[in-house]
């Protein structure tokens, strides 16, 4: 065989692969179109779930979801702000200690996650107390996705032009100044990337929560920031644990498939904000 | 060294380093960071002590994982291994095969559109995976393989695969993407055909970040708890060679166990010896992983 042959071979094969993978990846999102729809009734979104969530909608596991996730970015703004800004503008650009520091959020991001619930439950449920509930769930959380903040934040400070600092130093701007009127400002978009992309984190994470902050059945809604909240990830869980019954599968299908819009609308927005993150930097 | 450390920070317009209020608000900002990722490390580490003081190295090597009476983690350390380097096995023919095809021979406009897929689709959910997994894979595998059960390693190790490919092939892309263009013009140069540039020039030369693009793949694949522990199988017991069975593995040993053992006891320090061992091996799977990423990228 001479090498055009080889060549056409081997072309013909990985270009095979590429459409297997394509077909494969089609086809779980088409698998949840088909399965997750026929459980959308008349609302689906808006009814309590009843029976044991065999029946009814998911309204409150939904919210569940929303508040959880919400309460985790309040928590982990501040903090992925302000770190970051101390790594950029205090700390000099090729130091040591900065070095450290961003290997750490590395390591952060791939941790397990069943460690953050395993750790956070022992220290904000056993020794400050907390128990299983909504505050134990978003400061978890609110660790988890600190590095997904921190990494879109340093990028957008990173991508800002160094004449837009000279400038600002030739104005005379004190350090302060220098954050407040001009990296703030023109970071913004990438702040609401990082925002966005922790959101959808912590959207779909499953078991940093599911012995922390939810229990399944019998709540509604959680009357303060010591109970446990619903969430449609731990929903899923339960229902998907009993996969032999039609009817729990089903109401899991539609679980699943608002969990999954929830959280490819979110990763979208983020990436619609980020792109114009990028064309500002060029002008 | 007082030298070194000065010159960790920046020096303001006069030269001095006089910080603001705000300047000491983020420093404590940053300190809150330090202590969440170091205290989780000093956490695990603190706590399980108890276990290691009464089994000894035989909480890695002992079989039986008896609460109350025995910890022994083999089982769930075999079970993770196992279904680690299945998903690498099946996933690495499959994503490298895509990288290539991507980087070297799609149009730049597809080739965005492939790449945009792939990083959407590392960001679904753990439980969409696992959803999917005991709805088709585990009856697939019982049908196709004639088990008598399907919650099996082999699936947990499929089902890990194909969670872990878009990681894979877009990293492992980007590495592709990062030889340099007079490589391609060289090779080119000579005479070689594009498989012939691919295979002697391109794929050799990104090595080091392909090599990254695995470690972290494989870091994914190891911390991962709800998709396996819906389709594994949960029986704790050291599988030797025999891939269709049930097993278990360190992830989903403690998504199963976490609840019950809740905060005391040797039975939770025995989850965090687990636990502790997850984080030292994804953790130095990471940092060597992020070394040869960025020494491909430079």
């Given at each position: 065989m001479n090498a055009i042959a080889v060549e056409k071979v081997v072309l013909a094969f990985i270009g095979a692969v590429t459409f297997f993978i394509v077909v494969l990846l089609v086809f779980i999102l088409g698998i949840m179109f088909v399965k997750g729809l026929p459980a959308f009734h008349a609302g689906f979104l808006f009814e309590e779930s009843r029976d044991f969530g065999h029946s009814g909608g998911i309204f409150y596991q939904a919210v569940g979801t929303l508040i959880l996730m919400a309460t985790a970015v309040l928590w982990s703004l501040p903090v992925a702000l302000g770190s970051v800004l101390f790594q950029t503008e205090y700390l000099s650009r090729s130091g040591k200690f900065k070095n450290f520091l961003t290997q750490l959020t590395y390591i952060l991001n791939a941790t397990p996650t069943i460690l953050f619930g395993l750790v956070g439950y022992l220290f904000f449920g056993v020794y400050l107390d907390k128990g299983v509930s909504w505050v134990t769930g978003s400061l978890i959380l609110a660790v988890m996705i600190l590095p997904t903040l921190q990494v879109s934040f340093r990028e957008a400070v990173e991508a800002l032009p160094e004449k837009y600092r000279e400038a600002g130093m030739a104005l005379g701007f004190s350090r302060l100044s220098q954050i407040r009127r001009i990296i703030l400002p023109q970071c913004f978009y990438g702040m609401v990337?990082?925002?966005?992309?922790?959101?959808?984190?912590?959207?779909?994470?499953?078991?940093?929560?599911?012995?922390?902050?939810?229990?399944?059945?019998?709540?509604?809604?959680?009357?303060?920031?010591?109970?446990?909240?619903?969430?449609?990830?731990?929903?899923?869980?339960?229902?998907?644990?009993?996969?032999?019954?039609?009817?729990?599968?089903?109401?899991?299908?539609?679980?699943g498939l608002v969990l999954l819009g929830l959280v490819f609308i979110l990763t979208l927005t983020a990436w619609a904000f980020r792109t114009r993150m990028v064309m500002e930097s060029e002008q | 060294m007082k030298v070194a450390l000065e010159n960790d920070f920046r020096r303001g317009l006069s030269g001095t380093r006089n910080w603001d209020l705000v300047g000491w608000v983020f420093a404590v900002m940053n300190l809150i960071f330090l202590i969440c990722a170091v205290g989780l490390g000093c956490f695990l580490l603190v706590e399980s002590v108890p276990v290691v003081r009464s089994e000894g190295l035989g909480f890695w090597l002992g079989e039986n994982w008896w609460v109350g009476e025995t910890f022994g983690a083999l089982p769930m350390i075999c079970g993770s291994l196992i279904v680690t380097g299945l998903a690498v096995i099946l996933v690495l023919p499959v994503a490298l095969s895509g990288a290539l095809f991507t980087s070297e021979y799609l149009l730049p406009s597809f080739r965005r559109r492939v790449k945009g897929v792939m990083e959407l689709l590392a960001g679904v959910p753990g439980i969409i995976y696992g959803l999917l997994g005991v709805s088709f894979l585990t009856v697939g595998i019982k049908d196709v393989l004639n088990l008598l059960d399907g919650n099996t390693l082999f699936t947990a190790g499929c089902l890990l695969a194909i969670m872990i490919l878009p990681t894979v092939l877009t990293l492992s892309e980007d590495a592709l993407r990062s030889v340099p263009a007079e490589f391609h013009e060289a090779a080119e140069g000579l005479g070689l055909t594009k498989l012939q540039t691919a295979w002697r020039v391109v794929l050799?030369?990104?090595?080091?970040?392909?090599?990254?693009?695995?470690?972290?793949?494989?870091?994914?694949?190891?911390?991962?708890?709800?998709?396996?522990?819906?389709?594994?199988?949960?029986?704790?017991?050291?599988?030797?060679?025999?891939?269709?069975?049930?097993?278990?593995?360190?992830?989903?040993?403690?998504?199963?166990?976490?609840?019950?053992?809740?905060?005391?006891?040797?039975?939770?320090?025995?989850?965090?010896?687990?636990?502790?061992?997850?984080?030292?091996?994804?953790?130095?799977?990471?940092?060597?992983?992020?070394?040869?990423?960025?020494r491909s990228s430079q």
């Open positions: 990337t990082g925002v966005l992309l922790g959101l959808a984190r912590a959207a779909g994470e499953t078991a940093a929560i599911m012995f922390t902050a939810t229990t399944f059945s019998g709540i509604q809604w959680p009357q303060s920031f010591s109970d446990p909240v619903p969430t449609l990830q731990t929903h899923i869980l339960v229902l998907a644990q009993e996969a032999a019954n039609p009817e729990s599968i089903a109401q899991a299908w539609g679980a | 050799p030369q990104s090595l080091p970040g392909i090599a990254g693009a695995i470690l972290l793949g494989v870091g994914r694949a190891m911390g991962e708890t709800i998709a396996v522990m819906l389709v594994v199988g949960s029986l704790d017991r050291v599988p030797g060679f025999n891939f269709f069975v049930s097993g278990q593995t360190i992830p989903s040993k403690l998504g199963r166990e976490a609840a019950e053992a809740l905060g005391s006891g040797l039975h939770w320090s025995a989850l965090m010896g687990l636990g502790l061992t997850l984080f030292l091996v994804v953790a130095i799977l990471t940092f060597c992983g992020n070394i040869f990423i960025r």
